[in-house]
C-alpha cells in the first residue's frame, strides 16, 4: 500500500498529519485537469462500476467535463483490447468482445451456451426492462420461473426493484455482465427489433399501465 492509499483510507479527522501546504494544492490542481491517462487508471483499479458523480467528486470537476472525459476515453479504445461500457449513470472498463476466445483458452473456461429459451427471455428483459416475470409470461406464453432464476444466476439479468403493484413482483433488467458478455458498450447499441417481435413487445407495453413502475431505494438510485 502506498502512502496515498494509506492516508486516504486512514486519515484522521483531527490532524495528526501536517496542515495542507503548497504540495497538497499543487495536487488539487492536478487532480482537476483529469487526462484520459488518469481516468483510466482509475477505471482499472477500481473494483466496481463507478458512477459519474462518484468520478466527478474524486477529480474535483463538474460532471460536463466528466462526460466530455469519457467520451474522449471511449472513442481512444475503440482500437485496443479494452472497451469503455456503460449502463446508465455507471462505467466500467472490461476487455473487448474479439479477445473473448483467447482470453476463455487462457483461463480454461468456456462461455456458457444459452437455450432458445434463454435468449428469447433474455432479449424481453433487455428491450421491455424493467420489466415483471408475469409480464414476460404473457409475451412468451409459457411458464418462464426457471429461465428468468437461470439468466439472474448467471448475472445477465439483475432484480432492479419491485413494482407498485400487488404483491409487490421483482423488476428485472440487464446490467454490466450483460453488456460485457454481447460486446455492447450500453444499451443504445441494441440492434433494432424486427417488426413482428416489436410489435408484440409494443402490445405488451400498452397493457402493462402501472405494473412495472419501479420502486427505487434509498435516495431514489438504483444500487
Known sequence: MNGRETQNGHEPLNGDYPEAGPSASAASTETADLTEA???ALLFVAERPLSRREIAAAAGLDRASVDARLGDLEVSLRARGIRLIADGDRVELVTAPEAGALIARYVGSEAVRLSPASLETLAIIAYRQPVTKAAIERIRGVDSDYTVRTLVHRRLATELGRAEAPGRPILYGT???FLERFGLISLDD????DSEVAGRLEVETG???SDDSLDLDGDGQLD
Not at 441494441?190 to 427489433?193: K, N
Open 38 to 40: 488518469q481516468l483510466e
Open 175 to 177: 446490467g454490466f455482465d
Open 190 to 193: 441494441l440492434p433494432a427489433l
Open 207 to 209: 397493457r402493462r399501465g
